[in-house]
């Protein structure tokens, strides 16, 4: 499968800010689904609110086709929980793709609210998945080194992303 580095660039500056904003949420709080999108030289933030987080999730999917089908790169970032060993686990969920790309892209970083207690911090690696399969993060590690590359481009995070993964 190939990955353009355009799109792995623009999900790492997607799970920056997603990032960036879950840090400080109170109570059950969730990320605002979120893309950034390539238009020409141009890279410009989406928000999908609404009613709930099923809808802006669905109405973020359908704008993410829409671009597609427009030939430009896009990478969406939402809130999500996935469960390990039957416990659930906060993660911020980002797709990606662009031209050149065969398939979309995921990242996956879990995380623990800051909420919690009071501590924002990232749970282990950021997972790289194709087709539904994660990817070996020895066969990853190039992709995930541009993924990178777009976290720290982010000017807020670059500086507090080390200590998020430090454990806050």
Do not use: C
């Not at 792995?8 to 969730?30: F, P």
């Not at 950034?36 to 802006?56: H, W």
């Not at 359908?62 to 809130?79: N, P, S, T």
């Not at 995380?111 to 990817?135: E, H, K, T, W």
């Amino acid at each position: 499968m190939v990955i353009d580095d355009e799109a792995l660039y623009l999900a790492g500056l997607a799970l920056a800010h997603a990032l960036w904003s879950a840090s400080d949420l109170e109570g059950d709080d969730m990320v605002v689904p979120l893309a950034f999108v390539r238009d020409g030289v141009e890279i410009k933030l989406l928000r999908f609110e609404s009613d709930t987080q099923e809808q802006a999730i669905r109405s973020g999917h359908e704008r993410m086709q829409e671009l597609r089908a427009e030939g430009k790169a896009w990478a969406f970032a939402r809130d999500g929980i996935v469960r390990e060993e039957n416990v659930p686990v906060d993660v911020i969920v980002v797709e990606a793709w662009a031209t050149g790309s065969d398939d979309v892209a995921t990242i996956v970083q879990r995380y623990v609210p800051y909420a919690r207690d009071r501590r924002f911090r990232l749970q282990g690696p950021m997972q790289l998945a194709l087709a539904g399969n994660v990817i070996p993060t020895d066969s990853a590690g190039g992709a995930l080194a541009v993924v990178r590359d777009g976290v720290f481009s982010h000017t807020a995070v670059a500086e507090i992303f080390p200590t998020w993964q430090a454990g806050g």
